[in-house]
């Protein structure tokens, strides 16, 4: 593999300088600007950086992204094994074990030009064809960390002592297609959400200053909802993550029954999707995390030869159809694999099992 740099980049800031790198989030705490990737599963990296600048982000540079075939991406559940998924998790929910959980599958495919694949490059290419308000690159090949994200969900912000949360539950290509359920399913989520921030700010201090928005994205519409709260006296971003995390709209509710159903139905891990990715600035005690959602990463450890990975989902309540489900997923990947696929095209309705 050529080499490439230790690299964070969102929006138009720049890091690079690599000075440490850390599991602890207590470092968050500390100095210094740092680079966040947190895996669904728990994994977490923290790398701080010397060098921060405003940058305005490079055009993308034709041919510096080698992405796979469009017909080449595999998924973790083909289309019978994810709609059986939704009947079970209707079947949770029938026996009041669950009102909600987000059932997820990862697409794998074989990089073609592995020593060359640089993930800032990926970047750079969504960002030109799917803008996104959380698109960031997270480059650290030595610690396992090629992440390219075009998320439109922020997990947290902070500012000082106030956090905010933006859930995003509803999905359609237009407002038009947003349907009761949607409604219903952004709502659960959002209490979810404050009785996590809850856990973490002062008695009263969570508040709803939005909810169900809908915000426009390349290619479909969102419900969006703000939650926001203030950090109780000796609370820091050690407690809000063990307080938050994984986040409220990729698990369900409530919280604990959804990641069990969870593991009982999706057969690969979910890695740094659905996970946490973002900064934080731990001078000015700022920083900002997305969901990680419309996610990308590099696995060079896999079976056969490393790959690109990218996952995809759905919130399932007891209002979803099925196959309309397995359409969300769809509707969320198409646009971002044919994308980051070396000749983009029409993505398969139903990518090959693995």
């Known amino acids: 593999m050529r080499d490439l740099a230790p690299l964070a980049r969102f929006g138009g800031l720049v890091a690079t300088d690599l000075r440490d790198v850390t599991s602890d989030p207590a470092a968050l705490e500390s100095s210094g600007f740092w680079a966040v990737v947190a895996d669904f599963e728990g994994r977490l990296v923290c790398a701080r950086f010397g060098d921060v600048r405003r940058e305005r982000p490079p055009a993308p540079v034709t041919g510096a992204w080698r992405g796979p075939a469009a017909g080449d991406w595999t998924s973790s559940l083909d289309r019978a094994a994810y709609i059986a998924g939704v ?98 399913e952004n709502v659960m989520i959002v209490d979810l959400v404050r009785n996590d921030l809850g856990q973490v700010c002062a008695t009263g201090s969570v508040t709803v200053p939005a909810l169900c928005a809908v915000e426009e994205h390349p290619g479909l519409v969102h419900l969006v909802s703000t939650v926001r709260g203030e950090l109780a006296t000796g609370a820091g971003w050690p407690e809000l993550l063990a307080g938050t995390f994984p986040p409220g709209s990729v698990t369900g509710a409530p919280k604990s029954s959804a990641l069990r159903i969870i593991d009982a139905l999706e057969t690969a891990p979910r890695g740094p999707y659905c996970g946490g990715i973002g900064w934080v600035d731990a001078d000015r005690r700022t920083g900002e995390l997305a969901v990680g959602i419309r996610t990308f990463w590099i696995h060079r450890g896999a079976p056969g030869g490393p790959v ?42 139903q990518p090959r099992a693995v």
Not at 135 to 144: D, I, K, N
Not at 155 to 180: M, N, Y
Not at 317 to 330: I, L, M, Q
């Open 87 to 184: 009947r079970r998790i209707r079947e949770h929910i029938a026996a009041g074990e669950v009102y909600q959980a987000n059932l997820c599958r990862v697409l794998s495919a074989r990089l073609p030009d592995p020593a060359a694949a640089d993930v800032d490059a990926l970047t750079m290419l969504l960002a030109r064809g799917n803008p996104a308000p959380y698109a960031g690159t997270v480059r650290l090949p030595a610690h396992g960390v090629e992440v390219a994200t075009a998320s439109p969900e922020l997990f947290l912000r902070r500012t000082g002592r106030t956090v905010e949360s933006g859930p995003i539950k509803g999905t359609g290509r237009t407002a038009d297609d947003l349907q009761d359920k949607d409604h219903a």
């Open 308 to 349: 690109l990975r990218f996952g995809t989902g759905a919130g399932i309540t007891w209002g979803s159809d099925p196959e309309r489900e397995w359409d969300e997923t769809e509707l969320k990947a198409s646009r971002l694999l044919a994308l980051a696929s070396s000749r983009p095209r029409r993505v398969s309705r």
